[in-house]
């Protein structure tokens, strides 16, 4: 959960990233010994700049360090590219693919929606906390339009 730390803006909730990755490492094959894979990377690229983990590092050099065990950019290397990834550095792509932009994901299906104005993403449980809300009086709306007469179009 570090990761989603460094990786999106400190005033957002969570709480759900947790379950997110908690119930998918739990509940799908392969997802748990990614995720092992991942912080075990993690550590060792943190091990190799210094004699800490990686949580004890600031932010900016967590970012670094993310960015040495997830690869960058959106190359497409062409078949040949794809069959040497996939038999020789699978990890790293792997790690983007199934971390990094599930981060990403859930991020714009639920803080994004809230940074933009609005009280609650969408799914979220809300209904029988605004039913239960007082009623408050619509404002009374003034205006300084004239209504001036009706248009003629000739015939």
Partial sequence: MAVTAV?????IERTHYEDFFRWRAANLPGYKDLYAKFVA???QQSRKLGDRSF???ESD???TLVNKVIPQGNDRP???GELKRLLFNREPWLFK???FNDILQLFARTDAVKMMGYQYWMGQKRGLEIYRQPK???AKI???ITVGRPLSIPV
């Fill in 7 to 11: 990786l999106l803006p400190a005033n």
């Fill in 41 to 43: 990377e993690l550590q």
């Fill in 55 to 57: 949580v004890d590092w």
């Fill in 61 to 63: 050099t967590q970012m």
């Fill in 78 to 80: 062409g078949r040949v």
């Fill in 97 to 99: 693919e199934y971390i």
């Fill in 136 to 138: 408050v009086p619509p």
């Fill in 142 to 144: 003034t205006s300084n």
